[in-house]
C-alpha cells in the first residue's frame, strides 16, 4: 500500500541549517515562502529584476533578490516559477549556482521528467506538491489546517532527501494533512492525463456536448445551461463529500436509474479507447513535445482553442444567468470590488 506521511514522521529542524531559495510569489511561490518562513526556517525569494510579484513579497516581510543570487545563498531550491519557463530559469540562474550536496525541489515533475531539466549530480532532486492552488496552501496553513501533497525522490545524493523533503513538506503545511509517496514519472503521468482526458478537458466537452445537444433539438439555452453546466457543482460536491454512492443517494430513483442504465452508453467503449490513446501520447512524449513546440512557436493552436472556446455560445448564456442570479451575487461582488472601479 502507499505510505502517506504526517507531522509525526517529519522535523522542520532538519532544516535550522539550510536557506530555502524560493523561485516565484505566484500561486505555489508565495504560499510555500510564507507558510516556511512562519516555520520557522531561513526563506530567500528569487525574483527576476523587473518583477511584478517584487512588491508583494517585500511587503510580506521576506527577502527579496535575484534567482541567481538567491540560488547562491541557498542550500535549498525551491523552483515554483511558470513550467514553461522552468527550463530558461535553470539553465540562466539555477544551474550556474547549484553547488554539491544542494537540494533542487520542484512541485510539478514536468520538466525533470521529459529531460527538459537534467540535473548535475550530486544534488538532491525531490519534489513536494500540494494538491491544491496556492492561495489555499496558504488559507490552510493560517487556519491551523493542512494541505494533502505528494513526495517524490527523483536523486538522492546526500541520502536524506526524504527527511529534507519531508521538513519542507512539514514547513508548508502538508504533513498536517498527510503526504503520499509517489515517483516523478507517476505524478507527472497521472497529472496530464487527470487534467486531459477527466478534469479540464473531458468535463468541458462533456459539458458542452449536452448542451449542444438539447439547444440543437430546440430547447431553450438557459435551461440546457442549467441542466449540463449549473448543476455540475451540486452534482460534483456530493461526489466529493461521499463518492458516488452519496450522490445517487441524493437523487431521484428516477435520475438514479437513468444515469446507471445510460451513464455508459454515453461515455462508452469508443471514449475509454480515446483515452487510452491521451495516455499513451502522454507517456511516450508526444504531448510534451508538442506542448514545447507549440511554446517555442508563439502559442498559435493555443491562442485558437482559447478564442474558440471563449465564442461557444455556453459562455455567453452563463455570463448573462450568472448576472440574473442571486446565487452569484456574493462572486459578482468580490469581482467588483477586486476591479477598481
Ligand atoms: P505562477 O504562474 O503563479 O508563477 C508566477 C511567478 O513566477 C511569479 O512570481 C512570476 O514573477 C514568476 N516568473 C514568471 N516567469 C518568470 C521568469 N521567466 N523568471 C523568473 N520568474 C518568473 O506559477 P504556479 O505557482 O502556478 O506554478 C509553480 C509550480 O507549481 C509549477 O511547477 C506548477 O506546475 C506547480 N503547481 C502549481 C499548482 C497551482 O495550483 N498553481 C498546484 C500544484 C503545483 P514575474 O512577476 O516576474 O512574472
Ligand atoms: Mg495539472
Ligand atoms: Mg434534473
Given amino acids: ?21 524560493v523561485l516565484g510569489y505566484g500561486s505555489q511561490g508565495h504560499a510555500h515562502a510564507l507558510n516556511l518562513h512562519e516555520s520557522d526556517i531561513d526563506v530567500v525569494v528569487g525574483l527576476r529584476e523587473n518583477s511584478s510579484s517584487r512588491s508583494a513579497a517585500e511587503a510580506d516581510g521576506l527577502t527579496v533578490t535575484t534567482p541567481a543570487d538567491a540560488v547562491s545563498q541557498a542550500s535549498y531550491v525551491s523552483v515554483l516559477v511558470p513550467d514553461t519557463v522552468q527550463p530558461a530559469v535553470y539553465e540562466n540562474a539555477i544551474e ?51 494541505t494533502p501533497g505528494l513526495l517524490a525522490i527523483y536523486q538522492d545524493e546526500s541520502g536524506d532527501a526524504q527527511e529534507r523533503a519531508l521538513a519542507y513538506a512539514k514547513g508548508i503545511g502538508c504533513t498536517r494533512a498527510g503526504v503520499i509517496e ?49 448543476e455540475l457543482k451540486l452534482i460534483v460536491d456530493l461526489m466529493y ?3 458516488h454512492a452519496e450522490m445517487w443517494d441524493s437523487v431521484s430513483d428516477t435520475a438514479e436509474y ?4 445510460r451513464g455508459d452508453r454515453i461515455v462508452d467503449e469508443n471514449v475509454r479507447e480515446n483515452m487510452e490513446e491521451t495516455l499513451e501520447e502522454i507517456q511516450n512524449g508526444e504531448f510534451t513535445r508538442e506542448w514545447i513546440l507549440e511554446n517555442q512557436s508563439g502559442r498559435p493552436s493555443y491562442t485558437q482553442l482559447r478564442q474558440a472556446e471563449k465564442n461557444h455560445e455556453i459562455e455567453e448564456v452563463g455570463e448573462r444567468l450568472r448576472e440574473l442570479f442571486a446565487w452569484a451575487e456574493e462572486s459578482n461582488e468580490s469581482e467588483s470590488a477586486e476591479g477598481a472601479e
Fill in 1 to 21: 500500500t502507499t505510505d502517506i506521511y504526517y507531522d509525526d514522521d517529519a522535523d522542520v529542524s532538519t532544516l535550522d541549517d539550510d536557506t530555502v531559495a
Fill in 96 to 146: 550556474p549556482n547549484l553547488e554539491a550536496g544542494d537540494t533542487l525541489q520542484f512541485a510539478h515533475g514536468l520538466n525533470i521528467h521529459y529531460n527538459q531539466i537534467q540535473p548535475p549530480e550530486g544534488v538532491d532532486v525531490t519534489m513536494v506538491a500540494p494538491k491544491s492552488p496556492g492561495h489555499l496552501v496558504r488559507r490552510n496553513y493560517e487556519n491551523d489546517e493542512g
Fill in 182 to 230: 509517489t515517483t516523478f514519472r507517476e505524478e507527472v503521468e497521472s497529472d496530464l492525463f487527470g487534467e486531459q482526458a477527466v478534469l479540464c478537458g473531458g468535463v468541458t466537452s462533456l459539458v458542452k456536448h449536452g448542451y449542444e445537444t438539447l439547444v440543437d433539438a430546440g430547447y431553450s439555452p438557459e435551461i440546457a445551461y442549467f441542466e449540463c453546466l449549473n
Fill in 241 to 243: 463529500e461521499g463518492g
Fill in 258 to 261: 437513468g444515469g446507471l442504465s
